[in-house]
């Protein structure tokens, strides 16, 4: 395995003001749902990708003050002293293979509700606080003293920054969330002194906060400056602005690192970006200053990467969901290791962890985030147990998982597919519109399992019962998938209702299948939420139907929201002349009609339609299972025998490869019993106060 030459200039160090990047691998700051509950999680999750090569490493987003936090999402906090020692073991963390640390500093301003500290927000120009769940809280504009406290509470966090060992500050003004980019955006700044108005007077803020910067750092630490390539609407802080902001002040940061205007434009989906899509956005901007220039775009490709370089698009390669992906890709491209790289799929699961207030998770690395927890690493494996051999029904995302991880511990896998192809669901989906990137579930793991000689993989062979028991193997996990069901049962009706036999009705398997309507009026039933009911509906549009997409929901793909496309679907549809029946769920199905109610009033209406498409809810496929388990399945010298994936409880396929990994860890290790199955952090009791009234 040899690195391709035309790649050694991602290997080329970069000054980066007085400190040198040793690559242009950046990894830019980006959320975990870690936070300041989980630090040690956070810490292993960025010493993971040290030991893979990043030249430059982030936090993701460190409030600075109680007067603006953005609870219920969990970020890092920098507040006072006392939240230095955890920083600086992550400071450490990242240091430890030679990368540059970097924290990203934030003061939310009108994005910050403070329902934690319960603090007024504090904005640039009052008014209802913008978030994610409409709060409805407002904040108050800043007078003079509020922008002197804010440029204090900056020297105190550059102070602290410091301390904790970081080679590098971000400030956050890009995606609308931070208050540089409210003072240089007319959207949000209508102030009328020498702080609003023209682009240089709604520029001083940032140029005083870089000032202080370099008057507390004294030359110790590099700044970068987070900014937004294009905010729209008729206020907004546009590509022309920006472009000529840096001309003005080419040489303010030491860095300049820009990403789209909002979170949702700047890392969409695969479905609807793809790599490199903020291209045209940032060409040209490397002219305008001699300080180097990093973007984003969901970089898998290294010679995407290089093009950017050689172009003069781009300094550094800066990523933050690749680096989640795969946080080994810098290390594997240096090693030529190229069918190595695990590419990401652009699903946005990790983002729905921060959105949730839960701990992110990975579709492509079922490591991300359970490094320090469980003790999971995404490119070693802890040596296999006592016993020898595993057999694995069903290659879909979570057979395929767990007979990679097995594998990698030195077990002798058999995985058995009951059809001709592997990878199961993702198999399937990867043809649909907009989803070619979820095949990368199944191209990688198959791709790592085929030069294994522990592991014999069989199409088409469907096993029976007995079957299983005559493999001979010591442990089993049945991964036989589920079947979505043909019924209105999901989350709204949890029994089935009235349906006339005479109605076409289908599934998305049916459809997956190449089964069905074609130039016909379908109503399309979405009791999912999530991406599924969206993609079928473009379908069928393209199949020359009409059709009406009903949900109990108030939005269409309302799930969505959590991984950063749900305005984009519902423009998509719109666009396509879908017809939305919102608020609304079929009360009973007839012939040549469906009766919807109003999920609120349960008021009814006639809908007439053709075919009936369920988007609903998923069946596990256990039969096999259980019919194992009712043998003498011990008897034929099977240790353990486990359901496992969608087979015992169906879920996003981010659940299904977790699935995989948690059984194959799991391998002879002894029953936890009651045990928490991973780490947590404790939270600290102060000395308790006297509190007087």
Same mark, same amino acid.
């Given at each position: 395995m040899t690195r391709?030459?035309?790649?050694?200039?991602?290997?080329?160090?970069?000054?980066?003001?007085?400190?040198?990047?040793?690559?242009?691998?950046?990894?830019?700051?980006?959320?975990?749902g870690g936070g300041y509950r989980d630090p040690s999680a956070v810490v292993e999750m960025r010493r993971t990708k040290a030991e893979g090569g990043w030249g430059v490493i982030f936090t993701e987003q460190t409030e600075i003050h109680p007067t603006s936090e953005i609870t219920p999402f969990i970020e890092q906090h920098l507040?006072?002293?006392?939240?230095?020692?955890?920083?600086?073991?992550?400071?450490?963390?990242?240091?430890?293979?030679?990368?540059?640390?970097?924290?990203? +500093? &934030?003061? $939310? =301003?009108?994005?910050?509700?403070?329902?934690? #500290?319960?603090? /007024?927000? +504090? &904005?640039? $120009? =009052?008014?209802?606080?913008?978030?994610?769940? #409409?709060?409805? /809280?407002?904040?108050?504009?800043?007078?003079?003293?509020?922008i002197r406290d804010l440029r204090r509470w900056f020297v105190n966090a550059f102070r602290r920054s410091r301390q904790a060992?970081?080679?590098?500050?971000?400030?956050?003004?890009?995606?609308?969330?931070?208050?540089?980019?409210?003072?240089?955006?007319r959207a949000t700044n209508h102030r009328t002194d020498e702080y609003g108005g023209s682009l240089e007077n709604r520029g001083r803020f940032l140029r005083e906060v870089v000032e202080d910067f370099r008057e507390t750092t004294k030359g110790e630490m590099a700044v970068t400056l987070r900014m937004s390539l294009h905010e729209a609407g008729a206020y907004g802080f546009s590509n022309a602005e920006l472009r000529d902001f840096i001309a003005m002040h080419g040489d303010l940061p030491d860095l300049w690192d820009l990403a789209?205007?909002?979170?949702?434009?700047?890392?969409?989906?695969?479905?609807?970006?793809?790599?490199?899509?903020?291209?045209?956005?940032?060409?040209g901007i490397k002219a305008l200053t001699s300080k180097p220039v990093v973007g984003v775009g969901r970089f898998t490709s290294p010679d995407?990467?290089?093009?950017?370089?050689?172009?003069?698009?781009?300094?550094?390669?800066?990523?933050?969901?690749?680096?989640?992906?795969?946080?080994?890709?810098?290390?594997?491209?240096?090693?030529?290791?190229?069918?190595?790289?695990?590419?990401?799929?652009?699903?946005?699961?990790?983002?729905?962890?921060?959105?949730?207030?839960?701990?992110?998770?990975c579709t492509q690395n079922t490591a991300f985030m359970e490094e320090w927890r469980k003790g999971w690493h995404p490119e070693r494996a802890w040596p296999k147990g006592a016993s020898e051999s595993v057999l694995i029904v069903g290659a879909g995302p979570t057979g395929l998982e767990a007979a990679l991880q097995a594998a990698r511990r030195g077990y002798r896998v058999t995985l058995a597919e009951a059809t001709t192809t592997l990878g199961?669901?993702?198999?399937?989906?990867?043809?649909?519109?907009?989803?070619?990137?979820?095949?990368?579930?199944?191209?990688?793991?198959?791709?790592?399992?085929?030069?294994?000689?522990?592991?014999?993989?069989?199409?088409?062979?469907?096993?029976?019962?007995?079957?299983?028991?005559?493999?001979?193997?010591?442990?089993?996990?049945?991964?036989?998938?589920?079947?979505?069901?043909?019924d209105a049962v999901a989350r709204l009706h949890l029994h089935d209702i009235p349906t006339d036999a005479r109605m076409a009705l289908f599934t998305p398997d049916d459809v997956m299948a190449g089964r069905m309507p074609e130039g016909m009026t379908v109503a399309l039933y979405d009791d999912d939420h999530f991406y599924m009911g969206s993609v079928l509906a473009e379908l069928l549009v393209a199949k020359d139907n009409r059709v009406h997409f009903v949900t109990p929901a108030a939005k269409v793909a309302e799930w969505t929201e959590n991984t950063l496309e749900q305005g984009t679907i519902m423009r998509r549809l719109l666009e396509l002349g879908v017809e939305l029946h919102l608020g609304k769920a079929p009360e009973a199905i007839g012939a040549r009609e469906i009766t919807l109610g109003c999920a609120w009033t349960g008021r009814q209406m006639a809908l007439p339609c053709d075919a009936v498409l369920h988007v609903t809810s998923r069946s596990p496929n256990d039969r096999l299972y259980h019919?194992?388990?009712?043998?003498?399945?011990?008897?034929?010298?099977?240790?353990?025998?486990k359901l496992i994936g969608d087979a015992a409880a169906p879920g996003p396929i981010a659940w299904a490869t977790y699935a995989g990994r948690a059984w194959a860890e799991a391998l002879d290790q002894p029953d936890p019993g009651d045990a928490l199955p991973f780490r947590r952090e404790i939270a600290q009791l102060l000395p308790p106060d006297r509190i007087t009234p």
């Open positions: 391709l030459l035309a790649h050694d200039i991602l290997f080329t160090p970069m000054r980066i003001g007085p400190k040198t990047a040793p690559n242009r691998f950046y990894q830019v700051p980006h959320c975990n507040w006072d002293d006392r939240d230095i020692p955890a920083l600086a073991r992550m400071a450490e963390a990242m240091k430890s293979h030679g990368a540059l640390a970097g924290i990203q +500093l &934030a003061y $939310s =301003g009108i994005n910050g509700p403070n329902l934690y #500290s319960r603090e /007024v927000p +504090l &904005a640039v $120009s =009052g008014g209802p606080i913008l978030t994610f769940t #409409s709060d409805p /809280v407002q904040a108050r504009t800043m007078d003079k003293q509020d060992g970081f080679d590098l500050v971000c400030l956050y003004g890009a995606h609308g969330f931070g208050i540089l980019q409210h003072f240089l955006s789209h205007g909002t979170w949702e434009n700047c890392s969409g989906t695969s479905r609807f970006k793809p790599e490199g899509a903020q291209e045209d956005l940032v060409r995407a990467m290089v093009r950017q370089i050689k172009a003069g698009i781009l300094d550094f390669i800066g990523a933050a969901r690749p680096s989640i992906a795969d946080p080994f890709l810098p290390l594997k491209v240096q090693e030529g290791r190229y069918e190595d790289i695990r590419e990401c799929i652009g699903c946005n699961i990790c983002v729905s962890g921060d959105m949730t207030g839960a701990i992110s998770r199961g669901r993702v198999a399937r989906e990867r043809a649909l519109p907009g989803l070619s990137a979820w095949g990368r579930v199944a191209d990688y793991r198959t791709g790592q399992m085929a030069p294994m000689p522990n592991v014999e993989i069989y199409r088409d062979s469907p096993l029976a019962p007995e079957d299983i028991l005559a493999m001979g193997a010591d442990h089993v996990a049945v991964a036989t998938g589920a079947t979505w069901r043909r019919a194992t388990r009712a043998l003498d399945w011990q008897g034929a010298g099977i240790r353990s025998l």
